[in-house]
């Protein structure tokens, strides 16, 4: 029942704080790429592999806590499913080459700025989960 809980609060908090970068992010666009989506996107892929490798390997936190952040929080904040209806938007508008820069950039930045957010964490930790296992 906590882990259910707990995914749900952060559900709710995700959903909120998706909400609200959309809001912050309306009117502005790169080359006519949907910005509100990107950006989640990347925050969403930096701030999960941080936390994860955080508090996996020095934060001590709860499984139920780590579930309710990791699959409630950037699971309601990230969003693959609305990324995709973007993309078969500007597909459907014939944005062909607007449609393929907005897959290829946000599958090469969310990679990297996952792999940023896992680096910093390990490296702030000086332990890797490797080490812990």
Do not use: C
């Amino acid at each position: 029942m906590k882990d259910l809980l707990a995914i749900a609060l952060g559900g709710l908090l995700g959903a909120v704080a998706r909400y609200s970068v959309n809001q912050l992010a309306q009117g502005f666009s790169i080359i006519g790429i949907p910005t509100a989506t990107l950006i989640v996107n990347l925050l969403g892929s930096f701030g999960l592999a941080f936390f994860l490798q955080k508090s996996l390997t020095s934060w001590g936190l709860a499984a139920h806590w780590r579930l309710g952040i990791a699959t409630g929080f950037f699971g309601a904040f990230t969003t693959f499913s609305t990324f995709m209806l973007e993309n078969v938007a500007l597909l459907l508008k014939h944005n062909y080459l607007t449609a393929f820069s907005y897959l290829l950039m946000t599958a090469f930045l969310a990679a990297a700025a996952g792999f940023l957010g896992w680096f910093i964490a390990e490296t702030t930790t000086g332990q890797t989960l490797r080490e812990k296992e």
